[in-house]
């Protein structure tokens, strides 16, 4: 019989993201509130300094998953369905900021809260795979199955990532066009607004590291807790 592996604990690199991205909130927040209003949008541009990182890093976190999932269904890895998990969840975190920062900027722009426009309803559905994720998770008991099957929808769910991102260029919409073109490289906003945005964006990205870090810790010690007590029923069945 072999003794359950003791989880690692969060390390140094773990709470160095976490203490950088905290330290650096404030500096992003005075940045975002000092930039110049835009031609159009006014002051309400402000938004955007929260609502694009949390969506970039929302596609990134499920990026994360989609790529992890397939290395576990190559591999039977389970520290890789560990890592699509904690990127999942903080991914869903993180689009869920995403959907409702939108919604604010949305309601004096186009004097509603929610329109089912192509930008929008793709990001519903994305969020609502990943939620459907969760789900199918808690609803399979056998752990090899949950992860396989998490894994399946992890790299399908993916699909509506480039999906959401390329609606406004694809299909007429109300949503504005990308301020920074990933597909062309092109950048549309004043010098200043666009080193704004930057730092917010490393910013969250220094936090989605830090949470996706303490995620997988978690999710190592719950593993090996279920571990440990799978060990402790084979040894009580051996006594018996």
């Known amino acids: 019989m072999t003794e359950a592996r003791k989880p690692h604990r969060p390390d140094a690199l773990t709470w160095g993201l976490l203490g950088l991205g905290l330290f650096l909130l404030p500096a992003g927040l005075y940045v975002a509130l000092t930039a110049p209003p ?25 990026f994360v998953t989609f790529l992890y ?8 890895n389970p520290k890789h369905d560990r890592v699509a998990l904690a990127s999942a969840e903080i991914g869903l975190v993180f689009m869920g900021l995403a959907l409702v920062t939108g919604m604010l900027w949305a309601r004096p722009t186009w004097g509603v809260y929610w329109t089912w426009e192509p930008r929008l309803t793709t990001t519903a559905i994305l969020f609502a795979v990943y939620v459907g994720y969760f789900l199918l998770r808690g609803a399979i008991e056998d752990p ?27 299909w007429r919409s109300l949503h504005q066009t990308q301020s920074i073109d990933l ?43 279920e571990e440990a007590e799978a060990l ?9």
Do not use: C
């Not at 999932?69 to 039977?76: A, I, K, T």
């Not at 199955?145 to 390329?166: D, E, Q, T």
């Not at 402790?232 to 018996?240: D, I, Q, V």
């Open 144 to 170: 090899e199955l949950r992860r396989k099957a998490a894994a399946a929808v992890g790299i399908l769910g993916f699909i509506n990532v480039p999906i959401s991102y390329m609606s406004v260029k694809w």
């Open 38 to 62: 835009d031609v159009n949008q006014g002051f309400l541009v402000r938004i955007m300094y929260l609502h694009v990182p949390t969506a970039w890093l929302g596609y990134l976190a499920f």
């Open 232 to 240: 402790g029923l084979e040894a009580r069945k051996e006594e018996a």
């Open 69 to 76: 999932s397939l290395l576990y269904l190559f591999r039977q």
């Open 183 to 225: 597909t062309t490289g092109r950048i549309n906003m004043a010098p200043e607004m666009f080193q704004a945005l930057m730092f917010n964006l490393l910013i969250f990205t220094l936090l989605y590291l830090a949470f996706v870090r303490f995620r997988g810790f978690l999710a190592e010690r719950e593993a090996g807790g």
